[in-house]
């Protein structure tokens, strides 16, 4: 789950890190009132977006002036960012900025482990400075069982700044950080960039934090920031009818039984120069209702051109499989193609049952597969 930059500054301020004042705005005239009580001549007009490159898109102006805000305030509520639509901004004091860094808390996978990641070469470039000079950002990894004490906390500071100053100030900011970052079940806490300011403090500029979803339950004030996305959507009603769902941008929907039956399908569909529309897994059951459900999830992304059933009967037989889908068709009003493959128990029994109608008959996975990616193009 992701946050906003204006939420996670919140966190970050509950926990003494040091952010700017900030005002959250939802139009253009709301900016004006709030450069006014930022009581400042200049001020930043920053989107508010769950996704990065906000800079590069044009989503972050400086103002001198109300005229100023309130041009780029318009301009920036009018901006879609990576298929997000502004609805929102901060106006934020400005920063006089001496130099940026990067600091973050990870999950880390490999090592099981929370991992620190810091860097000198702070800001919008952080990408382009992991692929280009990956040598330049130090990772550490974090014992759980040792956690940030004052003497971790102090050897990594030094690891970005000689100055004693900076470094009192940096051991506290990654000491908060990882105590928020652990009280949160959060999966990201990183600050890019976080500046040395021309008072000689470090700042959190930006914040950025996203969360376990599987630890949502147990962090309600955490899960009431939750904005889902049209995706996130789709997948929580997934999740409630029993399905796991991923959607994708391809012309193939995938309705499949079993994740590791639905990932190959998927591997075969690209091996065939087709592109999934989705990862589709609808478990052991052949119940029309589910299929019934399952389909109109399906049929709800306008990018489907065809649909592939791919079924492998265990326990679940396959003729009670083609029942179901009979049954379901029955009250499903599209005109889409839909290619099933059935094996396993029962699958003659279940192909002849299918033969002859709406449905176009599979007896294996490369003949499914070459059929589906035929229709989609």
């Known amino acids: ?26 139009g253009a005239n709301e900016a004006v009132t709030a450069y006014d ?78 991992v620190l990641m810091m860097s000198t070469e702070g800001g919008m470039e952080i990408e382009e400075v992991a692929a280009e000079t990956p040598e330049k950002i130090h990772k550490f990894v974090i014992d759980p069982l040792i956690g940030m004490p004052d003497y971790l906390a102090r050897k990594y500071a030094f690891v970005m700044f000689d100055n004693p100053a900076y470094v009192n100030q940096m051991a506290a900011i990654l000491q908060k950080l990882y105590k928020l970052f652990i009280d949160t079940d959060a999966s990201l806490a990183e600050i890019n960039p976080l500046v040395v300011t021309g008072e000689e403090e470090l700042l959190a500029v930006d914040a950025k934090m ?41 012309k193939i929907g995938c309705m499949v039984n079993g ?46 051109k065809v649909v592939l059933i791919n079924i492998f009967g265990g326990i679940t037989r396959c003729d009670d499989v083609a029942s179901g889908l009979l049954t379901a068709f029955e009250q499903l009003n599209t005109d889409i193609p839909v290619i099933v493959r059935l094996t396993g128990t029962n699958e003659k029994e279940g192909r002849n049952m299918l033969r002859g109608t709406r449905f176009k008959v599979a007896e294996t996975m490369g003949e499914a597969t070459r059929m589906a990616v035929d229709a989609s193009k």
């Open 37 to 114: 009580e930022l009581i400042t001549d200049l001020v930043v007009v920053k989107a508010q977006v769950l996704t990065g490159g906000r800079g590069k898109a044009g989503g972050v102006k400086l103002a001198k002036n109300k005229d100023e805000t309130l041009h780029h305030a318009k301009n920036i509520l009018a901006l879609t960012i990576k298929d997000y639509p502004v609805t929102k901004i901060i106006l934020s004091e400005s920063v006089d900025i001496k130099s940026e860094y990067y600091v973050s808390f990870i999950i880390d996978r490999n090592s099981k482990s929370v």
């Open 1 to 26: 789950m992701k946050i906003h930059e204006y939420q996670a500054k919140d966190l970050f301020s509950s926990y003494g890190i040091p952010v700017k004042k900030y005002i959250l705005c939802h």
């Open 259 to 304: 994740a590791g039956l639905a990932m190959a399908t998927m591997d075969m569909i690209k091996l065939y120069g087709g592109t999934p529309a989705n990862f589709l897994d609808i478990g052991g059951s052949s119940n029309p209702n589910k299929v019934i459900d399952a389909m109109k999830l399906l049929l709800k992304d306008p990018k489907v």
């Open 210 to 250: 996203t969360f376990d979803d599987n630890a949502l339950y147990r962090q309600p004030d955490i899960l009431s920031l939750f904005e889902p996305t049209e995706d996130e959507k789709v997948e929580a009603y997934a999740k409630e009818k029993g399905f796991s769902f991923v959607h994708l941008d391809g």
